[in-house]
């Protein structure tokens, strides 16, 4: 079986550019976070998905950042005129049930702002 | 302010001994913790975790104890091999029910030497 898919995997783009990045969960996922990881860091929390719900938003840095799951599969992270401190690896990860706590990553996007 | 604490950046162990990596949490609320290993280019991967009602959990080499009244807890690897050698993060839930982003620390780089 597949587990969580991101694409693309890296990703240069210029200052004030809007970037989509995509994550693929592993099937039948019901939830999905979105992390960003910065050099030396941990991953931080940036937003979560119950099916299509966005129940949780209260980790994206500014209303630059933008999240969906239109139909409670695929979902895309939008960042729309990036900045340079948006560099980062996003970091997407599914879990079988509201009731689970263990998370499944993907690889992870790394985007560079330049 | 750091809810999630990995105090050593790196640790070194000699193949064969017993590798210990600590973690320290100041929110009493968090309720369930786990551990993730990761590799360069991949996304973390799950390894184990507890809850707060336990104070010990076990599987095969790995070994996590959870001590409430400290706000610590360690993950012990024995015997260490090298493919243990990656970036270890310890992380915590508060949700209650698992529908929650996960709080990382910012990792341990563990070595190690044959």
């Known amino acids: 079986g597949a587990g969580v898919s991101q694409s693309p995997r890296y990703k240069v783009a210029k200052r004030g550019q809007d970037v989509a990045l995509r994550c693929d969960p592993i099937?039948?996922?019901?939830?999905l976070f979105w992390y960003q990881q910065a050099l030396g860091q941990g991953p931080e929390f940036l937003t979560y998905f119950q099916n299509e719900a966005q129940l949780d938003k209260s980790g994206l840095p500014s209303d630059r950042f933008f999240a969906e799951r239109p139909e409670g599969s695929v979902s895309t992270l939008k960042i729309q005129r990036t900045q340079q401190e948006d560099s980062a690896v996003y970091l997407c990860?599914?879990?079988?049930?509201?009731?689970?706590?263990?998370?499944?990553f993907g690889p992870g996007t790394r985007l560079t702002v330049t | 302010d750091q809810q999630v604490k990995q105090n050593s950046p790196s640790l070194s162990v000699q193949e064969g001994r017993i590798s210990i990596l600590n973690c320290d949490y100041t929110?009493?609320?968090?309720?369930?913790f786990l551990w993730y290993k990761k590799y360069p280019a991949e996304g973390p991967t799950f390894l184990i975790s507890?809850?707060?009602?336990?104070d010990k959990n076990e599987d095969g080499r790995f070994t996590v104890f959870l001590n409430k009244s400290a706000k610590h807890l360690s993950l012990h690897i024995v015997p260490s091999q090298p493919g243990d050698s990656a970036v270890y993060f310890c992380?915590?839930?508060?949700?209650?029910?698992?529908?929650?982003?996960?709080?990382f620390g910012k990792g341990t780089h563990l070595i190690i030497q044959p």
């Open positions: 992380a915590a839930s508060a949700s209650g029910g698992g529908a929650d982003g996960l709080t």
């Open positions: 507890i809850s707060s009602i336990k």
């Open positions: 099937s039948g996922h019901v939830s």
């Open positions: 990860a599914s879990s079988s049930s509201r009731l689970s706590y263990e998370q499944y």
């Open positions: 929110n009493s609320m968090f309720d369930y």
